[in-house]
């Protein structure tokens, strides 16, 4: 969780496209057909996709969704690594 707060600081001394990467990268995982997803995570995993995607539009930040956004990034990365 040190990784949102640390990211929620960023964002009240200066709002930077960086900041949204995560939600960006993580929809990109989701959307990508080729990856193996549980059944049950598959069948929420568009929605899941689409609310990231308006979090970066809309320069949300909200901590629930940064850190579901990190931890399919590590997820995914560890697994093909």
Do not use: G
């Amino acid at each position: 969780m040190s990784t949102v707060h640390a990211t929620l600081h960023r964002q009240a001394t200066k709002i930077s496209p960086d900041l949204f990467r995560p939600y960006h990268v993580a929809a990109d995982l989701l959307d990508d057909e080729s990856l193996v997803w549980d059944d049950d995570f598959d069948q929420i995993r568009t929605a899941l996709s689409l609310a990231l995607k308006e979090c970066a539009a809309t320069n949300n930040l909200n901590p629930w969704f940064l850190e579901v956004a990190y931890r399919l990034i590590s997820t995914t990365t560890r697994a093909h690594a």
